[in-house]
């Protein structure tokens, strides 16, 4: 195809997840049928994600403001850390309205295989957290899968000092799926039915 303009942003819009060459062709038409003040007004969107829109510096989610809404809400329960993989999945719980306490996102999850070790998620804002902010309970609500499994895991062992009350989310949500993705009701159920979390020792 010799359109390069066109193809190069239906090559774009493919970079989206979930988006293959047919949709990327349907977003691109109409992005060529609306009008210019239309299309310009969504390019500017996405650049002002980029320009104004930061991780906390606390506990890591995606905000304006630093620190974040939520890490400077007096009126949440400052003893409670909820721990999340992705910003996506604080929004997906945030929006079920069923926890009112802080959250710290790990911005990935240990997984050898892909090169990911402890170093790479943001552990140490985590344990100095617990160390300095006075958290009585640490609820691990990470992906059920071998990633997800290996963090809390690798977090446990390290809150173990720390005399932290460390739980986490009842499986309600499928195995080898996303939190982000799951309903709210079940997300709402799993956070109820939290328990202790007490990995196999390593010995
Ligand atoms: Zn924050």
Redesign the pocket.
């Known amino acids: 195809m010799k359109d390069t303009t066109f193809n190069h942003l239906i090559e774009e819009l493919k970079k989206f997840p979930g988006v293959g060459q047919k949709t990327a062709q349907r977003l691109a038409f109409f992005l060529l049928k609306a009008t210019a003040d239309e299309a310009k007004a969504i390019a500017q969107a996405i650049i002002d994600v980029k320009d104004k829109i930061h991780f ?1 510096s ?2 890591n ?1 995606v ?1 304006e403001d630093d ?2 809404w ?2 400077s809400d007096a009126n949440r329960d400052r003893k409670k850390i909820l721990v999340v993989k992705e910003p996506g999945t604080l929004y997906t719980i945030e929006r079920t309205g069923g926890y009112k306490g802080l959250y710290h996102v790990m911005l990935g999850a240990i997984s050898p295989l892909d090169g990911i070790g402890p170093d790479d998620i943001k552990i140490a804002g985590l344990l100095k957290r617990v160390d300095q902010d006075g958290i009585e309970e640490v609820i691990l609500a990470l992906d059920p899968d071998m990633a997800g499994e290996a963090t809390s895991m690798y977090l446990t062992r390290l809150l173990k000092p720390f005399e932290v009350h460390v739980t986490r989310i009842a499986y309600g949500i499928p195995v080898g799926s996303d939190i982000e993705y799951a309903d709210e009701l079940t997300l709402v159920k799993s956070l109820e039915g939290r328990r202790d979390f007490n990995p196999p020792s390593s010995k």
Do not use: A
């Open positions: 906390c606390i506990c989610n905000t620190p974040c939520i890490c």
